[in-house]
């Protein structure tokens, strides 16, 4: 009980956030109207993403600091978590565009995917792509790990300029670019209702915890196949 | 130690003067991928296409440049490197070598570039500047990659597989840069915040190397 309590605190949230989410009253502002109501899904994606990326890169540095193989297993885990993450952000994504962005029908994809933070998306999860690549390249398991750690490191830190920085440089339909008078969306108190901040906020935690529930799954079930090599019980 | 970084920058250019076939042979291939180029546009791009064009070739130039910086060397080579030199002093060797070649390289590029594909810009030293600061840029990333690369026992593909997502923020950042040689009046400062940032990402990516690098040495 003691250890799975964020399970149930996860699953309690996910169902709060579902039922509140659909049911409770929003703003409705031109052109999003109820859509807004896909925040608490598309929004907390990418929350979840970038965590449990973060989670990963943290794994990394571990794993460099002692060479125990554990801590690859984690990090590879929390990264492919976190492009899974990415991936249902971008079909969330998708079903808001199709009813905000595009305004003409038979407009083309391609004006709309130009976005600064779409890209930032694509980046990401092409670094981990990238990733996951480079480990099936190497047959010995201890060049792999300390060799993918260091490109996991060096790959997280590059991707901070590329999904928080330059968005906020270049026009975007996103909020938080410049030339929009609104700030940090996520964070800041006067850009997003109060209502539905109460329900965003679990709903990211939510989410997150959902994800961190996910990888330790499969890290349980690594572990307990690759037993063998790494001397634990 | 600034010393032994030095020695080893002489050493791999005197091994660059002594083998020159590697180097005539990117060169080489910098020339005849502009010429194809050339060939395949029925006239001279508008400054827009020019710029894109440019940056795509100025990426692959310096995948071609940097690759062979780790691959060539062999395994007894590097152990020997290993007795002499610490990972830090080695990578900085290396960092400072293809940042001059891939500086070279950029402006035989960008002179091949004048000559077949007409001169849009309009400011010919800023731009200058710019091709100067992302040919570093450009060169820094790929030869952590190459450095990478290098371990997995593969080719030029992984390079490319790996570096790719890796330089777009910064491809981007320069291709929009690249924009104030053509013309492009910018907000009172953000020219500067562009190339400030270019150059940080560049400081970046050298503490980088040197915190990253000691791991990827020793086998």
Known sequence: MNK??????????????????????????????ETI????????MWFGMMILYGISFAYSIRY????????????????SLGSL???????????????????????????VLKEPKLIGAAI????????????????????????????????????FPS?????????????????????????DQNDLDAGMRMVFYPAVIGWTLLGIWLATLRIRLQLIRDKSITHEA | MFQRVLTLLKKDLLLELRQQHTFYGVLLYVASTIFVLYLSLPDAPESQVWNS???????????????????????????????????????????????????????????????????????????????LLGGTGLSLVFTLMSAIAAKAQQNAALIAILGFPVILPQLLLLMRLSRAAFGEIFR??????????????????????IILFPYLWKD
């Open chain 1, 4 to 33: 799975s309590w964020w399970k149930i605190l996860s699953f309690l949230l996910l169902v709060y956030t579902i039922v509140a989410g659909f049911l409770w009253e929003v703003p409705r502002l031109d052109i999003l109207n």
């Open chain 1, 37 to 44: 109501r896909n925040l608490y899904f598309h929004v907390c």
């Open chain 1, 64 to 79: 460099l600091r002692g060479f125990n193989y554990k801590y690859d297993i984690y990090a590879t885990h929390f990264a």
């Open chain 1, 85 to 111: 993450f990415g991936v249902l952000g971008y079909i969330t994504g998708a079903i808001w565009v199709s009813v905000t962005w595009v305004t003409q029908s038979g407009q083309s994809l391609g004006t």
């Open chain 1, 124 to 159: 990401a999860l092409l670094i981990y792509g990238a990733y996951f690549v480079l480990r099936g390249s190497f047959t010995d398991m201890d060049k792999k790990a300390r060799v993918s750690a260091v490109y996991n490191i060096f790959a997280f830190v590059m991707l």
């Open chain 1, 163 to 187: 999904i928080w920085i330059i968005p906020r440089l270049v026009g975007s339909l996103h909020p938080g670019s410049p030339g929009s008078d609104s700030g940090n969306p996520a964070l």
């Open chain 2, 53 to 131: 064009l440019f940056w795509v070739i100025q990426l692959f130039v310096c995948v071609n440049t940097v690759a062979k910086s780790f691959l060539a060397e062999s395994r007894g080579r590097m152990l020997y490197f290993y007795s002499i030199a610490s990972p830090v002093e080695f990578i900085l060797g290396k960092l400072l070598f293809n940042v001059l070649l891939m500086m070279l390289m950029s402006l035989v590029g960008l002179a091949l570039f004048f000559f077949f594909l007409d001169n849009p810009v309009t400011d010919a030293f800023r731009f200058m500047g710019i091709v």
């Open chain 2, 188 to 209: 009172e400062g953000a020219l500067w915040q562009l190339a400030g940032l270019t150059a940080g990402l560049d400081i970046l990516v050298v503490v980088m190397a």
